[in-house]
Structure formats: structure tokens, C-alpha cells
């Protein structure tokens, strides 16, 4: 079942193309907007709501939060869209925008940050080291395993630093590649691989005992 999954998984030059193509339909949404087509903007809202709202939840893990610092990405996108020019593509830059406003949010609060097991098993990302989380099956104790299998996940991404969380968050649930990370995180392709790789290890080293051989 996995093989075939994974068969399924679309490859890297074909995701880059969808991406380009993404970029350029946002594109002409955006230079419509900013000619005064304001009613455009609803599109990109329709289009990129629920990613947004999806990246935000499995930062602060409240859903109010997340529906309120949704709604601030897009009044802030909104305020500054004359600003964009185009220079990354706009899911790039409108993600930006909701990671600093989420960071701020927390640094601000303290809040606990936890991700969602049943998020990650339901898009499957392809080598993903969380998809190596021990599946409980259809045991009769499946609703056990996986609350406990989600406190010890929550436990050890406490763990982590806000930077390093972050990036495991858009790499592992959003899919975004390394350079798609830099470029909303604002730092090196090679920092982001830097604090993947420190992150994987440490979730590694915490739930050794719940992934698979």
C-alpha cells in the first residue's frame, strides 16, 4: 500500500511546474488587484484560506487563533499588495506574512504549540519522518494508541525551539521545499537544511520507540 502511495506521489520537476504555473495564475490575480480589480482579491482568498489556516492551527494548535490570525494574514496582504512585486511567488510571500504574524503571536502569548497526528497521517507526505510514526492499525485499541501517540509527538516538538518547530512545520505538513522555506522564514537554504536536520534528530531521539523499523 505504501509503495503504491508513493508511486502516486507526484515527482519534483512535476510539483516545480505546478508551482510555476500557480505562480503565474497568482500572479495575474495580484496586477489585477493592484490595477483596482479589488474584487479579485476574494480569489486568492478562496484559493489559499484553508493552507493558511491549516499552517497556523499546527503552530498554536487553537482553532480560534488560527481562524483570527488567518483573517490578519489576509487584511495585512490586502494592506500591502501594491508592495508586491512579484519578486517570489505569492503563496511565498503570503505565507511570510502568516508565519511572522503567527511567531509574534506566540512569542507574545507563550502559548503551547502542538501538531496534529491525525493531519500529518491524513496528507501523507512522501519520506516524511513523522509518517514513520507507528501506525496502531485497527486494533481495538487504536483511539488509546494514537491519544498517547500524540502526546508523546506533542512532548517532544515542546522540545523544540519556535525556529526550529517552524520549519518542521512547513516542511513536514505544508510539503513547502527548502528554498520555498528560506524564502518565508528569511534566512539560508542552508540554515533551513540546518535546522531540519537538527529537529529530525531530536524528534527521532524522543519517539524512537514509536517509529518504525
Known amino acids: 500500500m505504501f509503495n503504491q502511495a508513493k508511486a502516486l506521489t507526484p515527482n ?13 495564475a497568482d500572479l495575474i490575480l495580484v496586477h489585477r488587484v493592484q490595477a483596482g480589480e479589488v474584487e479579485c482579491f476574494e480569489a486568492l482568498i478562496t484559493k489559499y484560506r484553508e493552507r493558511i489556516w491549516g499552517i497556523i492551527y499546527h503552530m498554536t494548535s487553537n482553532r480560534e487563533d488560527a481562524a483570527d490570525l488567518t483573517q490578519d494574514t489576509f487584511i495585512k496582504a490586502f494592506q500591502s499588495i501594491n508592495r508586491f512585486q512579484g519578486q517570489s511567488a505569492f503563496f511565498t510571500w503570503l505565507y511570510r506574512i502568516a508565519v511572522n ?3 509574534n503571536h506566540l ?7 502542538f501538531f496534529s497526528l491525525e493531519k500529518i497521517r491524513d496528507e501523507d507526505p512522501a519520506g516524511s519522518l513523522l509518517n514513520q510514526l507507528a501506525d496502531p492499525g485497527k ?5 488509546a494508541c494514537l491519544t498517547e501517540l500524540q502526546q508523546k509527538l506533542n ?12 520549519v518542521i512545520t512547513l516542511f513536514e505538513i505544508d510539503g513547502l521545499s527548502h528554498e520555498e522555506i528560506a524564502e518565508v522564514v528569511g534566512c539560508s537554504v542552508g540554515t533551513v537544511r540546518s535546522r531540519l ?3 529530525k534528530q531530536q524528534l527521532q531521539a524522543d519517539l524512537q520507540t514509536y517509529l518504525n523499523a
Do not use: F, P, W
Request: no cysteine; proline share 0%.
Open 155 to 166: 512532548e517532544a516538538m515542546q522540545k523544540l525551539s519556535i525556529n526550529h518547530r517552524t
Open 197 to 199: 536536520h537538527y529537529a
Open 101 to 103: 504574524s503567527t511567531l
Open 12 to 24: 519534483a520537476s512535476d510539483v516545480a511546474l505546478e508551482r510555476r504555473q500557480e505562480a503565474g
Open 107 to 113: 512569542q507574545k502569548s507563550k502559548l503551547r504549540r
Open 139 to 143: 486494533s481495538s485499541d487504536r483511539a
